[in-house]
């Protein structure tokens, strides 16, 4: 990289940490540390609400879901504008009028401790290893430009969020999201215009699309309705909609985002804003990795775009390895004519065909590279597919634009870390320290637990995340895991208002039986990890209200 691009990624870096310990003389009392004294306005809370969300996985991840698999993934969010719809009627109202600091501290409110302490545990599992995940994304970044190993990587991506979210608290996350968010949009339209600027000159954006179109990666629903499969129309738009509802309304990470804003009408704004906006950034994120793979059909990619990988086979395996990409440049080029002519003749039949084999034997040529990778490392699961997109920007981005996107993962990073850390510190210190530990304690002796709880849960994210950046597709991983917990943390909230009969016995068991039965089901069977949030909530709900019942008519006689 240049030193254009390093003083980019040194000035953002430390402006944001700079900005972040800044807050720290407006958190000197419990309140003002976790909920901001309720005093941030909407626009400010919505930008949060998506930072935390958008963290480097969808930057990454998703860019390269979309190189591999195309825009596919769109359908996942399907579900998001009603499930948030619905919680702005709800739970926002809910929690601002119960005056609380988590989500869970309201469960006892309406049943009693030990489910508040259940589900706040489930949480911080839960939370505690998507936020490894989350950090392991931009590690990967680093390892590519750098050439450091990933722990060092991890702790570099890590320490510094850690330190600004210890100091700053909820104020220091809300207003560094603010201007992360900012970044993040600007590194999106330079993507788009730098990789266009690349293509050749009959290649416009309707031109591209019709490139990408010819490998069914600009189909953005499919109506099948498949349980196996993962992003379908119906399993965005029903198991999406749970999944929406367990995180922006059952997760600390999202909830403190709107127990921050100044009114309940103004927490609903800031959910809204989310629900009309997210759809649309998600859909240019999937353009960008649809782009880049246009981009490679007139370049020819890396067998394999994990440099790591490359460079061991190359020292053992030079030979062969130096065959087999002979033979996928030689059939790149073939692909470059067949994608020229497909535009030249604006997608005949003959055109597209050609275009297909073309592309159909590059394709298997790279299938026998990846075979020969597994077979050499022993890694039956080998993806490359987080490699894309940072391989795209350290090779083929001009000078100022790589270090403007980096920065850009970096913010994505950083503002959904720091989140997730005040969160966890939150949930720690609320549901657990101060409820069945200290109960007495000064606001200065619980603000000093706070920040220690902040740098206990940092340094367990970077032991998780030196394990999850060899997981396979960040984006599903992360996802994954929360879905293993959320559709049962949505149950019990599902029971706390709605059902007004059922019983604190009723609501723990209940979220026992969720748990269980996610944990059955994911592993006797193969469908896909978004109907287990429906799987979850409805054992929760259905156990619940059965329980309940048993347990009024064991009182009447």
Not at 43 to 52: D, F, I, K, R
Not at 88 to 113: I, S
Not at 289 to 296: D, E, H, K, R
């Amino acid at each position: 990289m240049s030193y254009i691009d390093w003083s980019i990624i040194i000035v953002y870096l430390v402006y944001v940490v700079y900005d972040g310990i800044k807050r720290s003389r407006e958190t000197d009392n419990v309140r003002g540390y976790f909920l901001a004294n309720r005093s941030l306005p909407w626009w400010a809370v919505g930008l949060s609400v998506m930072a935390t969300q958008m963290s480097a996985i969808t930057l990454v991840g998703t860019t390269g879901q979309a190189y591999d698999d195309g825009m596919r993934f769109i359908q996942f969010y399907f579900g998001l504008p009603f499930a948030m719809i619905v919680l702005c009627v709800t739970v926002v109202r809910f929690f601002h009028q119960a005056d609380v600091y988590t989500a869970y501290e309201y469960l006892e409110q309406r049943f009693d401790a030990k489910t508040r302490s259940l589900t706040s545990f489930f949480f911080l599992l839960s939370r505690g290893l998507s936020c490894g995940v989350i950090i392991a994304a931009p590690a990967v970044i680093l390892s590519i430009i750098m050439g450091w190993n990933l722990q060092l990587t991890v702790l570099a991506i890590g320490l510094p969020t850690v330190l600004y979210t210890m100091l700053g608290g909820v104020q220091a996350v809300t207003w560094t999201d603010v201007k992360q968010m900012i970044l993040i949009f600007v590194g999106m339209a330079a993507s788009v215009i730098a990789i266009m600027s690349q293509l050749p000159p009959e290649v416009d954006l309707g031109r591209a699309l019709l490139i990408a179109g010819a490998t069914g990666r600009v189909e953005t629903i499919d109506f099948s309705f498949n349980l196996n499969e993962t992003y379908t129309f119906w399993s965005g738009l029903l198991g999406g909609f749970f999944l929406m509802l367990s995180y922006f309304g059952c997760d600390q990470s999202q909830v403190q985002r709107f127990l921050t804003a100044r009114s309940i009408d103004q927490g609903r704004m800031s959910l809204l804003m989310s629900a009309f906006l997210k759809i649309p950034v998600q859909f240019v994120i999937l353009l960008i990795g649809v782009l880049v793979f246009v981009f490679y059909n007139f370049q020819a990619p890396p067998i394999t775009f994990n440099p790591e990988v490359q460079q061991t086979l190359e020292q053992s395996h030079l030979d062969e390895i130096q065959r087999i990409q002979e033979r996928y440049d030689r059939s790149s080029g073939q692909v470059r004519e067949a994608a020229l002519r497909l535009v030249r003749e604006n997608a005949s039949s003959e055109s597209v065909a050609a275009y297909r084999e073309a592309y159909r034997e590059r394709q298997s040529i790279r299938e026998r590279g990846v075979q020969f990778i597994k077979g050499e490392t022993g890694n039956s699961a080998f993806n490359d597919v987080n490699y894309v997109f940072p391989t795209f920007i350290t090779h083929h981005m001009p000078i100022g634009f790589v270090g403007l996107l980096i920065a850009a993962i970096f913010a994505a990073a950083m503002s959904s870390i720091s989140s997730e850390l005040n969160a966890l510190s939150t949930a720690t210190v609320i549901d657990f320290y101060r409820r069945h530990i200290r109960k007495d304690a000064t606001d200065a002796h619980y603000l000093r637990f706070s920040k220690l709880a902040t740098a206990f849960w940092g340094l367990m994210a970077c032991l998780v995340a030196m394990y999850a950046a060899h997981l396979g597709s960040l984006i599903e991983v992360v996802n994954r895991f929360g879905s293993f917990f959320y559709g049962s943390l949505l149950g019990v909230f599902i029971l706390a208002f709605g059902f007004r009969s059922c019983t604190a016995t009723g609501a723990f068991i209940g979220l026992l039986a969720g748990m269980t039965s996610v944990a059955f089901v994911s592993i006797t069977t193969s469908i896909s990890f978004l109907w287990y949030n429906i799987v979850g909530a409805g054992m929760v709900v259905l156990t619940g209200i059965t329980i309940s019942s048993i347990s009024r008519r064991l009182q009447r006689t």
